[in-house]
């Protein structure tokens, strides 16, 4: 897969774990079919047998029990055991992203976790587009595959949609694919 269009993914993951998804990008989604079976079989044949307004009812309320109600996707709200958000430098991905350019501006985004899966998929947004890799694959090792596979087999275990079911393996799958892909870049580090 080639740097945009793994940023393309990054980007719309980011998007898919930031908010419930509005009527906007329902009718986005129900566009893109060929988006719909990559994500999983079952999210496509859920899209294309509920109606749109149900689909908004029904992913609202599963987006919201699952990342928000009873676990929100915060790295160090599944790592640390204290169960607290670190700020500023003293958060790892915090630090990660500083040692590496990377600027975010908390300020501007209703996101309160600088290690939210939405901005830590938007980190790997950017790397993709800069071509990065040698830093993409050490915030994998380093972050996401410590953290986001077991959060999201658990929450897939507690979808009630099909969607979410789907968008969790969906997710656990690209980012082996992505750190196998990065393999040979990652043997030098």
Request: charged content about 25%.
């Amino acid at each position: 897969m080639d740097h945009k269009a793994r940023a393309f993914v990054y980007a719309f993951l980011s998007r898919l774990f930031e908010k419930p998804l509005g009527a906007r990008e329902i009718e986005d989604l129900l566009h893109r079919e060929e988006l719909l079976e990559t994500i999983g079989p079952k999210a496509y044949r859920y899209f294309q047998e509920v109606p749109p307004e149900r689909l908004e009812e029904e992913l609202n309320i599963d987006f919201s029990s699952l990342f928000i109600v009873n676990s929100q996707p915060v790295e160090t709200l599944v790592l640390d055991s204290t169960r607290e958000i670190l700020v500023g430098l003293q958060n790892p991905v915090m630090f990660f992203y500083f040692e590496h350019g990377y600027e975010i501006d908390m300020n501007r985004t209703h996101l309160l976790a600088p290690d939210h899966l939405a901005i830590e998929f938007g980190f790997m947004q950017n790397l993709a587009y800069r071509q990065e890799d040698l830093v993409a694959c050490r915030f994998l090792r380093e972050h996401l595959l410590q953290w986001v596979p077991p959060y999201l087999l658990a929450m897939g275990s507690v979808a009630q949609t099909p969607f979410y079911q789907d968008v969790c393996d969906f997710t656990i799958d690209f980012l082996f694919n992505e750190y196998s892909h990065l393999g040979g870049v990652c043997d030098g580090s």
